[in-house]
Every structure is written in C-alpha cells, then in structure tokens.
C-alpha cells in the first residue's frame, strides 16, 4: 500500500510539474520567444542573446529594447523584464555578454559596449525596428555598459539604469534610475549627486517618483526607489512595473499606461510551482530506486563515525563541541583556498573559499574525535573508501545530472544555469574542491548528528536535518558577517539568501540518500553534481 501511495504521489506531482513547467513556456501566447541565438562583435566574440517580441503577421515598423545583465549572472534574470516589455508590443532583447552564459570571450578581454553594439546591429538587420528610437535597460555591470554607450551613441533614446545608479560625467538621454532601499553596491547619496548634478536641485529636495525635463527634448530623468537589494532587483515588481511605464513614454509617446501584470505573478508563480514538484518527484522516484538497488547491502559493514562512538551522551557532546570548535576555525581555513587564486573565476573562487573553511574546520573536528577514540586515520579513511560501492557512486552521478536537468527547466529559466563552452573545461576541477567540502561535512553531519538525535520518527528526523542545517549554514554566515565588518558594507550578505534553498537541498537530498543506503558517497556525489554546475554558471571568466 506504501508503494502505492508513493506511486501516486509521484504522479500527481508530475502532472503538477508538467502543466506549470508548460504555463510559463507558453504563456503569455502572444509572445515570439527565439532563444540562444548568436552574432559576433566586431572583435570577434560570440555573443548569444534571446529575443521577444508581440506575434503579428503583419509588417510595421516596433520600438526595440536591450537588456543587458550584471556581472554574476546572465540574460536570464532579465527574462521577467523582457517578457513584460514584449507583452506590450516591444521587441526585447537580452543578451549574455563576454564571459558570461552562453557567450564566448573573457569579461577582462574588451568593452561589453561592443557586445551591446552587436545585438544592435542584429536589430538593424531585421528592417521592422525604429533604428533611432531605442531603448536599453542595464543591470549593476550592464548599466555602467549603457551609460558609457548612450553618452556617444543617439539611437538610443532612453535608458533604465537598473541597481547600477548614475554616471555624473556621462549625458543619458530620458533616464530612468531604479534603486534598492537595501542595495549597498550603490549608495543612494551617490543618486542624489548624480540627480542633483544633472537637474541643478539640491539632492535634499530631489522627489522620487517625480520626472524632471521632458521625454520630448530627450531630458526626461526620474529617480524610483523599491524595496529590495543588489540582486533580486530585476524581479521586483515595482521595477518590473516602472520599466514598462518609462518606456511606453519614452519610446511609444503613451500616456494611458496598461496596469495589468497578470502575466508577471502567474510567471513567477508557475516557475515557483514547477521548481518545487519538479524536485519533489525527483526525491521519491530516486528514493524507490535507491532502495530496490541497496536492498541486499550490508550497512553494518560501513565503519562511520556514529558506528565508532555508539554512547549517545558521547554524541551529544561531540555536537555541542562543534560550535566551539568549527566556527571559528573556519576563519584561518579559508587559506586552503589560496591555490584558487589564479583561477580566472573570482566569484566562483570566493564561493569555495565560504564552502572550504567550514568543511575543512569539520574535517578537522572529526580527525580530532577519531583520535581521541583511539581510532588510527589511515584505517578509518581506507575502510571508509573501501566500504563505497561503485553503483552507488555511479548513481550519484545520474542523479546529481537529473536533479540539475530539473533546476536548469524550472528555476533555470528565470535564473539561468546553463554554464557556456567557456566554463565546461573548469567543471572537474570544481567538481572535486566541491566534492571534498561535501564530504567533509557529510561523513560528520549525517552519522554522528542523525544517529545522535535519531531518525526513526518524524519528529526525530526534521530535528536532525534542522540542526545539520544549522550547522551547515550559520559558519558560512559567520565569515560572511566577518568580510562585513572588514569592509564595512552590507553587500556580501545578499549571498546568504540563495544560500538558503541550496543548503535545504542538500541537506534533504543527504539526510533521505544516506537513510535508503547507508553509503556517504550517493548524496555526496550526487550534490556535488548540481552544486558544481549551477555554480560554475554564476561566475564571469
């Protein structure tokens, strides 16, 4: 009865992920979306860029707009813009530049203004787009791109910068400004400069929300505040909202502005719905096969630390020690990182040294209990390797590539984690320093905190996996809190937030693997997988 509950579960929630998944494929129908399309700047780099636009049949010239991206993500965090723009018969275009997404090149090897100019020059081609009535939206790096472009360049007749603030030294054309009441990769007293320079008013008097000049005379210039920070920037309705509207004045002369954004809740709903089944299904049906392959193996014969220290009282206090112990090791552990350093991949690099000192403090910690019971190294690590089975590790593999197929469909499609050709060739090599900081925090996490608070209840088991949580992400945040107050700025704790979901998952994914198969490796290799490439996809190269 058990399995046939299962069962059905399963396919109810695929029904549930197949219809969302669909929704925000589909709709809204009355948008042309071409994707991964592809053009080269002038020096010779491979720019790829999606394309969105209202589906008529017939001809008649459109306003176009470009969105470009910020430095650690790609054209996918504009979708939500881009999607809203063409619902309201603007071609949109996003693109992926140099070094990022699907694009090829090196973000130190150029001017991304280049690759703006490229996409142009694609509109160009098409022969329906008003070439002198552009527009451009640019996000923290893409916005410093615009203003440098739309200082020279005249086609472009109004621009949004957004979370990227204003350029006193360059002349935008009708810009609009969107700033973040929690955004500290801008100050807003550098705003109130830039407005203050540009309208002659003092920054204490300067309104938001209010336009100074006029969209006729091209000196159309407003100044919007949301509530939000440096990187959820561009789903925030607010924005999403006064992107539409500066628009359709700037470019379309509108003045009855459309207040409908049906679309934009149902989108971010669906993705929302479709992530959440998606993974779901993927964490029974990978539970049911997990268990039908182990089913004839031997757990006792796998000597893990909750095996070794068997006295509960033991386990306890080995857990209260780790707060002790592990937090503030994790400061000086951090220079395992080091040899990182010259990999072309800052951000990626700065990710694994917040992954490194934690796991490698805990490896430490769990040398130090091995000792301390008598246990020599070199037999435990041995038996420890020899005891994996080599299905489970192949498993691990498939699993971690279905469970990213899933996020890349789901999530993926508003954030993006399809890493480029350019990123391929550094994935073993951030397979294995994620690898290694999997394990070191699975092979203490899961025996000895699982078997110390039990996992033979419910009750037992959200415990369990409540205190790994904790114990996974609170040194993490401790060293983000220390680069916080080293340079006195609030802008790395943005990190934290996307954080939360990937340690969750990894911690299910742990918790449920290791209980259907007693083997450390399945859920180690298995998040290594997904970690590895939805990470290598947020970093510039």
């Not at 038996?383 to 999530?411: H, P």
């Not at 107050?485 to 911690?507: D, G, H, K």
């Amino acid at each position: 009865m058990r399995n046939r509950n299962e069962y059905l579960t399963i396919g109810m929630l695929s029904v549930l992920f197949l219809s969302s998944l669909g929704m925000f494929l589909i709709f809204p129908t009355n948008i042309k979306r071409t994707y991964n399309q592809s053009t080269f700047t002038s020096d010779g780099v491979r720019i790829v860029y999606d394309v969105f636009e209202p589906k008529t049949e017939e001809f008649s010239m459109k306003t176009a707009v470009i969105l470009g991206h910020g430095v650690m993500v790609n054209k996918n965090f504009m979708r939500t813009i881009a999607l809203d723009l063409a619902g309201q018969g603007i071609v949109t275009i996003a693109l992926d530049f140099r070094g990022h997404g699907r694009s090829g090149g090196s973000i130190d090897e150029g001017d991304i203004t280049s690759d703006i100019l490229a996409v142009k020059e694609v509109l160009a081609i098409r022969g329906d787009i008003n070439m002198t009535n552009l527009g451009y939206v640019g996000y923290s790096m893409g916005g410093g791109a615009g203003f440098r472009l739309l200082d020279n360049d005249t086609d472009f007749r109004a621009m949004v910068s957004l979370a990227a603030g204003g350029r006193a030294q360059y002349s935008t054309p009708n810009l609009l400004i969107l700033h973040g009441i929690w955004d500290e990769a801008f100050s807003y007293s550098s705003v109130l400069e830039y407005m203050e320079n540009k309208t002659g008013i003092s920054g204490e008097d300067i309104e938001t929300n209010h336009i100074y000049g006029s969209f006729t005379d091209g000196t159309a210039l407003q100044v919007s505040l949301a509530k939000t920070d440096h990187l959820i920037a561009p789903y925030s309705y607010k924005n999403v909202r006064e992107i539409r509207f500066w628009f359709l004045q700037a470019l379309n002369g509108e003045s009855d502005l459309d207040s409908n954004f049906t679309n934009y809740f149902l989108l971010l709903l669906s993705v929302l719905i479709a992530s959440i089944s998606g993974f779901y299904v993927f964490l029974l049906g990978t539970g049911i096969l997990i268990s039908k392959i182990n089913k004839q193996s031997n757990p006792e014969g796998f000597l893990y630390l909750g095996k070794i220290i068997q006295d509960k009282s033991k386990l306890s206090k080995i857990i209260r020690m780790y707060w002790v112990f592990v937090p503030p090791l994790s400061i000086p552990c951090i220079v395992f990182a080091l040899p990182l350093l010259p990999v072309p991949m800052f951000y990626m690099v700065l990710f694994s040294a917040l992954l490194m000192g934690p796991s490698i403090a805990t490896l430490f910690y769990s040398l130090y209990i091995l000792r301390k019971n008598n246990v020599k190294l070199k037999d435990y690590y041995f038996n420890l390797f020899k005891s994996a089975r080599l299905q489970n590790f192949i498993l691990g593999l498939i699993f971690g590539a279905i469970l990213y197929t899933i996020l890349s469909l789901t999530i993926g499609y508003i954030f993006g984690i399809v890493p480029s050709s350019t990123k391929w060739g550094w994935a073993v090599i951030f397979f294995a320093i994620i690898f290694i900081t999997q394990f070191s925090f699975a092979q203490f996490f899961q025996p000895i905190v699982l078997r110390g608070i039990g996992y033979d209840t419910k009750k037992q088991r959200f415990r369990g996996q409540l205190s790994i949580f904790a114990m996974y992400f609170v040194p993490i945040a401790f060293l983000v809190l220390i680069s916080l107050l080293i340079f006195q700025s609030w802008f790395n704790i943005q990190f934290l937030f996307p954080l939360i979901p990937l340690i969750s998952m990894v911690n299910v994914i742990s918790g449920k693997f290791y209980q259907k198969s007693q083997d450390l490796f399945l859920p180690v290799v298995t998040n290594s997988v997904y970690l590895t490439l939805i990470l290598i996809t947020l970093v510039n190269i």
